[in-house]
T-cell receptor, first 113, second 117 residues
């Protein structure tokens, strides 16, 4: 499975933008970039995903580098409810992998009031 | 949005008991469901993948006779932990994905915290 590298932790202040980086230098052409987040004692929550182009939804934006070897999840205005572990995961839809997700350690985001 | 319900949310039982956990997709048909386990302060580990009507595919090191998975319908998958022991205590989480493609997002339940005494 292609691996991703994320910082262990990041901090932000409420109402400020947050940029969460992810490196995936061994990404293959058929790997989608998925982001999920997990609050304590809950299951993960889907945030956003993309293949090549930048993506926006109501939760966040995903900026994908032109060579696809890195991406950045952007929370435009952090709130206290955004404090969570954020996972960047490569999802290969082909073959027999059934698009399974391999979770790494993620980035612990702390949001200060 | 897509909703996945997992039940029960917490189970406490004696060693040797078998425990069944249900995972339901409430507003979409889940052709594929996944089961994960998460130990304290660790990340999620995939246990198995199940497609509706087929036998589950287990990850390396996961005992299929210990963790029985049934995915008999497009809205329900169950995980049965047979003869549970204290080392099986963990946070079990299911996810589901619809028909639209393997690259599409998974939608997760809120997990089941299993404590074996």
């Amino acid at each position: 499975d292609a691996k991703t590298t994320q910082p262990n932790s990041m901090e932000s202040n409420e109402e400020e933008p947050v940029h969460l980086p992810c490196n995936h230098s061994t990404i293959s052409g058929t790997d989608y970039i998925h982001w999920y987040r997990q609050l304590p004692s809950q299951g993960p929550e889907y945030v956003i995903h993309g293949l090549t182009s930048n993506v926006n939804n109501r939760m966040a934006s995903l900026a994908i580098a032109e060579d696809r070897k890195s991406s950045t999840l952007i929370l435009h205005r952090a709130t206290l409810r955004d404090a969570a572990v954020y996972y960047c995961i490569l999802c290969n839809a082909g073959g027999t992998s059934y698009g399974k997700l391999t979770f790494g350690q993620g980035t612990i985001l702390t949001v200060h009031p | 949005g897509a909703v996945v319900s997992q039940h029960p949310s917490r189970v406490i039982c004696k060693s040797g008991t078998s425990v069944k956990i249900e995972c339901r997709s409430l507003d979409f048909q889940a052709t594929t469901m996944f089961w994960y386990r998460q130990f304290p302060k660790q990340s999620l580990m995939l246990m198995a993948t199940s497609n509706e009507g087929s036998k589950a595919t287990y990850e390396q090191g996961v005992e299929k006779d210990k963790f029985l998975i049934n995915h008999a319908s497009l809205t329900l998958s169950t995980l049965t932990v047979t003869s549970a022991h204290p080392e099986d205590s963990s946070f079990y989480i299911c996810s589901a994905r619809g028909r639209t493609g393997n690259n599409q997002p998974q939608h997760f339940g809120d997990g089941t915290r299993l404590s074996i005494l």
